[in-house]
């Protein structure tokens, strides 16, 4: 891992950040969902299996994305973040009427779970879950709300222009991590997977508060550049792109493997659920 990020580091400023401003982008939503269904028990595959009608539970998780910008859908923006400020504790964090993460957390699986519920209504709480798991993994996702999540830090990496949330979104930090490796997606997917693979039952007793937790934690790597001159953008460089690299692999590592541990703990018999 050590040497592929040496090559990454390198790599990273030749790609271009312009990915849509998203708790991770497609592909960090597709390696929770791959990694978590690694993980699952019998009986939480046949049912997710069962609920997705031949979708991937990788692909389930891209759903709440495609659909927020509908109008529809538009209610349900609130719920992909929680704003929080540095000294206040993460259990009174809320998003009021409107929602948050952490709500939504609180509300899907318990409407997933419960089998009398309408079929669709379970398997977009499906959806939601996956998607959500990892957005609360996303360190910008418990972000400030005096910069939006980061949304109004402008950033330049290799000269273009962006902004720190879509940089931690990690949609091209990973497209760069597996160019610089010469590694196709299902390669990137064990990397990752690898690097939470004997922390399983310790992350899995972790609570939804405790993973919010950790990317607030994370702000100090976060913020953690120079000040620009005034009305100029952040300049990332290789050291700070490669930091950002390592840890949203670990935070979606970390994702996939409590997303499994959500669903086995809904449907597996308990000497199954890992």
Known sequence: MRDSLQYFSVF??????????????????RIV?????????????????????????????LWPDTIRGERAWRHTAPWHYVNVADD??????????????LQALARFPAELADASRPL???????????HFVADVHQPLHVGRADDRGGNEIAVSVAGRRSNLHRVWDAEALLRADR?????????????????TASRVAELQADAVLDWARESRAERH???AYSAPEAARAVVL???????????????????????????????????EGS
């Open 88 to 101: 206040v504790p993460i259990g009174r964090a809320s998003g009021g009427e409107r929602g948050d993460v």
């Open 12 to 29: 990273i400023l030749t790609v271009a950040v312009n990915a849509t401003a998203q708790a991770y982008g497609p592909t960090g939503h």
């Open 33 to 61: 969902g791959a990694i978590a269904a690694g993980y699952l028990c019998s009986d939480a595959r046949a049912t997710v299996a069962s609920l997705l009608a031949g979708q991937s539970l990788a692909q389930a998780g």
């Open 179 to 195: 160019q610089a490796r010469g590694s196709d997606y299902a390669a990137q997917v064990d990397a990752v997977r690898a690097l």
């Open 237 to 271: 460089d290789e050291v700070y792109l490669a930091r950002a690299g390592r840890i949203s692999m670990l935070r979606l590592s970390a994702a996939g493997v409590r997303l499994a541990g959500v669903l086995n703990g809904l449907f597996c018999p308990p000497a």
């Open 120 to 130: 669709e209504q379970r398997v977009n709480a499906l959806r939601f879950l996956a």
């Open 221 to 223: 790597n976060v913020y």
